[in-house]
């Protein structure tokens, strides 16, 4: 019997979005913007000691492969012709630090996620050498000092792990977001891999000056980090160089495939959900939650606690835009830890589940501090709260409580966005894994008390780093003129709720996150010493005793 005949689509563009909790691989039809396969995998995390995060950077770049192989089986069964891939963007979980041996590839240590608090004694003794009217660090790269940061992560890396020491002082250690452990890795690694960064991630490490889009030698100086171990800055949409396939992968047809597009995740949803005008903006729903407003090509410094970021730069001769963020910690990980901590569900979907049997949090307040809290507070002294707890409250309130608090955090870095812009959003765009929670989306509307409107197709991110990568110069398969964009189909949540209940549970929930502050000082988070229990005040066991109820409740089953 003769082979079935391949499909013709037309060019096809690959896009690995690697984020915190898991990484992909999709493929799209760069005419029709068409989601055609894709394949997802978890990724561990690893939490050493109280505040620390980290990840294996050889078990990420194991999951980029595995995720190429499977979409590209997936493909096959589609009839699809793989040879139709004409490039491949990349999208990263951002600051995510990494330092590995360019002559063997190996990394040097784990991935400093994020996430990571262990670096908060650092910030706090770098702050004290910044003058008070001369904020340096935040002119130059418009970010807080903060534990969230590159340049602070590399910092730990170099003071306290020998096998880095050593290969700096040999010229081995190379440094990098995930975006260059990956795009050197799939480039050849070793054996001529590229070392490189765009201006997205570069701009999150606290060593990139965002005006002359350069690493700045000044602030390179002040964190102590020598330069030659930094990539090289690129746009966001050029071609860096050609995939080389490991031979443990059996997607050979790759081989060859530009490499011409990286984003910073939250870059690319910007670009994926098609905000290129002033004043358009985004919020992504991911492990943390991050509302991103183009500005244009002009900085925009913030008043009311967000960040001023590089948004994208769409080739080398194209303008670079900016971007003012809100930047949330924990969104979606509230959802895995009540899986995986508490147990109180199997599955992330349950947690809809859940909430929608109550339909109320019945009083209870989420407060998921804990990573400290992130914009508008920037206040690392804050710990997760459970508040406003009865006899009366069950997992399902809590779990309902999360998912407002997703909403919540939403809604104070959405008011600073609006007080810095000085022209409210009148709807709110959404993206990520969890809006497919349509209580969650519901939630959002009522609680910021505008409608809230999601694509129909989630995966912004990746066809944002998709777009990127089919639109580079060498490459040319997508057109980013306005009129050739593909129109998107749009679901709309209307708030359901009267303004006035809206800013009660909204004024209720301030309460609570000014309770979860001050809970813990730099010595007693870093070294884990118990001690810490001595200064903090009674509500915090109160708090924990009732979670611990409800968690020896649910495991005996009365709950």
Same mark, same amino acid.
């Given at each position: 019997m003769a082979a079935a005949k391949k499909a013709v689509l037309g060019p096809l563009v690959g896009a690995v979005d690697q984020g915190t909790s898991s990484t992909r691989f999709l493929v799209f039809n760069s005419k029709t913007a068409e989601l055609l396969s894709h394949h997802q995998v978890e990724i561990k995390q690893e939490f050493p000691k109280e505040g620390w995060v980290e990840q294996d950077p050889m078990e990420i770049l194991q999951s980029v492969y595995e995720c190429i192989e499977k979409t590209c089986e997936k493909l096959g069964q589609l009839n699809i012709d793989i040879s139709n891939i004409k490039a491949i963007g990349v999208s990263n979980q951002r600051e995510t630090t990494v330092v590995w041996d360019k002559l063997t590839g190996e990394p040097l240590y784990n991935a400093l996620v994020w996430l990571d608090l262990r670096t908060q004694s650092t910030v706090?003794? +770098?702050?004290?050498?910044?003058?008070?009217?001369?904020? %340096?660090?935040?002119?130059?790269?418009? @970010? $807080?000092?903060s534990t969230y940061f590159s340049a602070v992560k590399l910092r730990w890396l170099l003071d306290n792990v020998t096998k880095v020491q050593k290969a700096v002082k040999e010229d081995r250690a190379l440094f990098g977001t995930i975006d260059s452990w990956l795009i050197w890795s799939l480039t050849g690694g070793a054996n001529g891999g590229v070392h490189c960064t765009d201006v997205t991630?570069?701009?999150?490490?606290?060593?990139?000056?965002?005006?002359? +889009?350069?690493?700045?030698?000044?602030?390179?100086?002040? %964190?102590?980090?020598?330069?030659?171990? @930094? $990539?090289?800055?690129?746009?966001?949409?050029?071609?860096?160089?050609?995939?080389?396939?490991?031979h443990s992968l059996k997607a050979g047809a790759l081989e060859g495939v530009p490499i011409s597009g990286c984003l910073g995740d939250?870059?690319?949803?910007?670009?994926?959900?098609?905000?290129?005008?002033?004043g358009q903006a985004k919020n992504t729903y991911g492990t943390g939650c991050f509302l991103l407003c183009n500005t244009g090509r002009k900085c925009v410094f913030s008043d009311h606690g967000l960040l001023t970021t590089v948004a994208y730069k769409l080739g080398r001769d194209k303008p670079v835009y900016y971007a003012l963020e809100g930047s949330v910690a924990i969104a979606g990980a509230v959802i895995r830890w009540l899986r995986d901590n508490l147990g109180i569900i199997k599955t992330s979907e349950e947690i809809e589940k859940l909430a929608k049997e109550v339909g109320t949090s019945y009083g209870c307040y989420f407060v998921p501090a804990f990573s400290g809290l992130y914009a508008p507070y920037w206040e690392p002294s804050a710990r997760g709260i459970i508040c406003g707890l009865t006899q009366f409250t069950n997992k399902c309130h809590v779990a309902f409580a999360a998912l407002e608090a997703v909403c919540f955090?939403?809604?104070?870095?959405?008011?600073?966005?609006?007080?810095?812009?000085?022209?409210?959003?009148?709807?709110?765009?959404?993206?990520?894994?969890?809006?497919?929670?349509?209580?969650?989306?519901?939630l959002q509307a009522d609680i910021l008390y505008i409608p809230v409107v999601k694509p129909s197709m989630p995966e912004t991110t990746a066809l944002g780093a998709a777009m990127a990568a089919g639109a580079a110069e060498g490459v040319g398969v997508w057109s980013l003129e306005p009129e050739d964009l593909s129109a998107v189909t749009m679901e709309r949540f209307e708030p359901q709720i009267n303004a006035e209940e809206s800013e009660i549970r909204y004024s209720t929930w301030k309460k609570a996150v000014m309770k979860s502050m001050g809970w813990v000082t730099t010595q007693s988070a870093e070294s884990g010493d118990p001690s810490i229990f001595c200064s903090l005040p009674l509500g915090f066991f109160i708090v924990s005793s009732m979670v611990m109820l409800i968690g020896a409740r649910y495991i005996s089953g009365t709950l």
């Open positions: 706090e003794t +770098l702050s004290k050498r910044i003058p008070g009217n001369n904020n %340096f660090v935040k002119s130059k790269t418009g @970010l $807080p000092l991630n570069a701009s999150r490490t606290m060593l990139f000056n965002i005006h002359s +889009l350069e690493w700045d030698k000044d602030l390179c100086e002040f %964190f102590d980090i020598p330069m030659k171990i @930094l $990539p090289n800055v690129r746009s966001s949409s050029e071609i860096y160089g050609l995939m080389k396939i490991s939250q870059s690319a949803a910007l670009v994926g959900q098609m905000c290129f005008q002033d955090q939403t809604r104070e870095i959405l008011d600073a966005m609006n007080r810095d812009c000085g022209i409210p959003l009148s709807h709110l765009q959404v993206d990520g894994g969890m809006t497919n929670n349509k209580i969650l989306m519901q």
